[in-house]
T-cell receptor
Framework: KQEVTQIPAALSVPEGENLVLNCSFT??????LQWFRQDPGKGLTSLLL?????REQTSGRLNASLDKSSGRSTLYIAASQPGDSATYLC?????????????FGTGTRLQVTL | NAGVTQTPKFQVLKTGQSMTLQCAQD?????MYWYRQDPGMGLRLIYY???????DKGEVPNGYNVSRLNKREFSLRLESAAPSQTSVYFC????????????????FGPGTRLTVL
């Protein structure tokens, strides 16, 4: 059974700092990995999607990397801003099956302070 | 969360009551999913529908039923609500089957916050 772990569970950084969020998974047979953002009381917003054949994806100040063989992904946030404060979730998708079912980590709650 | 709508946004039930959570999409995606989110547990898949007319159990299906009414709508029903079903419920959509080349990205609705007393 696939298990996804995110460390740390919570993180507080001052504005402007670069930071890395970690995601690890136990079964390397994945189709892709997706990073989401969730604001308090809200739904999930997709940030980045990395296919299993890719090493990284970038969107603005966000960069996600994937090392499938070691079961790890990182989300790098450059020049953090208070608006980046949210919970960040990673989810992996199995290689097989007719529907793309996701297994989620429990998230990292990020607070960016002024 | 554009493209996926959920109703209601909030609901309070008494133990034993029934209700149906509604989900609708306007993105023409084949697959639809129901998740629940609980503190410390992450999101867990309840049921999913790979395409219109098909439904399958996910990780935690007990106590729930689903209906894929058409391509746009996927409902989740609690026949006899229990306090253990207090949670936030999310509907999601995604591509599947021969559209797998479109990366199978999933998009989520805003959620329904359910409390069972």
């Amino acid at each position: 059974k696939q298990e996804v772990t995110q460390i740390p569970a919570a993180l507080s950084v001052p504005e402007g700092e670069n930071l890395v969020l970690n995601c690890s998974f136990t079964d390397s047979a994945i189709y892709n990995l997706q990073w989401f953002r969730q604001d308090p009381g809200k739904g999930l917003t997709s940030l980045l999607l990395i296919q299993s054949s890719q090493r990284e994806q970038t969107s603005g100040r966000l960069n996600a990397s994937l090392d499938k063989s070691s079961g790890r992904s990182t989300l790098y946030i450059a020049a953090s801003q208070p608006g980046d404060s949210a919970t960040y979730l990673c989810a992996v998708r199995r290689s097989t099956g007719t529907a793309s079912k996701l297994t989620f980590g429990t998230g990292t709650r990020l607070q960016v302070t002024l | 969360n554009a493209g996926v709508t959920q109703t209601p946004k909030f609901q309070v039930l008494k133990t034993g009551q029934s209700m149906t959570l509604q989900c609708a999409q306007d993105m023409n995606h084949n697959s639809m999913y129901w998740y629940r989110q609980d503190p410390g547990m992450g999101l867990r898949l309840i049921y999913y529908s790979a395409s219109e007319g098909t439904t399958d159990k996910g990780e935690v299906p007990n106590g729930y039923n689903v209906s894929r009414l058409n391509k746009r709508e996927f409902s989740l029903r609690l026949e006899s609500a229990a306090p253990s079903q207090t949670s936030v419920y999310f509907c999601a959509i995604g591509t599947s089957g021969r559209l797998r080349t479109l990366y199978n990205e999933q998009f989520f609705g805003p959620g329904t916050r359910l409390t069972v007393l």
